[in-house]
């Protein structure tokens, strides 16, 4: 089976990237808005109890899909801090249960002008999709975190970085199935 990071800030267009790499490749999409809807019938967002149910969903799907031998893939969006610790130990957490069960992890950074993801975060889906759906809103996310990868990081692993402030979802869809030759 394979594992699609697809990671970045709010509103880079994760999700809709998603949803485009799994009509081409008929992968199944674990998106964090699924979880956090879930979740938030029983805790409060940010607590650790919060984040602890959120990572454990990840995992047992992961390890569940894995077994599954009608799946070809998994796309998984995350939001990724790269000065959270936390952030680097779940990835790290996630590369170790690929490895156990013979999943192959791709990662793929998508990045776009601030502007752009102003423009987006105001979105009538975003909005459906019970997301933050405004520029303040944004800017709170963002505030003292770091989105951006240490490509050092990245070196011994599969890794694709798009800048997506012109480019459509599908046209990101292509790049991705091309570089990883899906």
Sequence with gaps: MKLVIIFGPPAVGKLTVGRELAKKCGFRILHKQEIFDLLDDFFFFGTDEYRQA????????????????????????????????????????????????????????????????????????????????????LEALEKDKDFSSNVDYFADKNYLKLDNTVLSAEKCAELIVEYFKF
């Design 54 to 137: 959120d990572e454990g969903i990840r995992e047992l799907i992961i390890k569940t899909a894995a077994k599954q031998k009608h799946l070809a893939g998994l796309i998984m969006t995350f939001v990724w801090a790269f000065n959270d610790q936390r952030d680097m130990d779940f990835i790290k957490k996630i590369l170790q249960i690929s490895k156990k069960n013979k999943i192959d992890v791709y990662f793929v950074e998508l990045q776009s002008s601030e502007s752009e993801r102003k423009a987006r975060v105001t979105s009538e889906t975003r909005k459906e999709m019970k997301k933050v759906a405004t520029i303040k809103g």
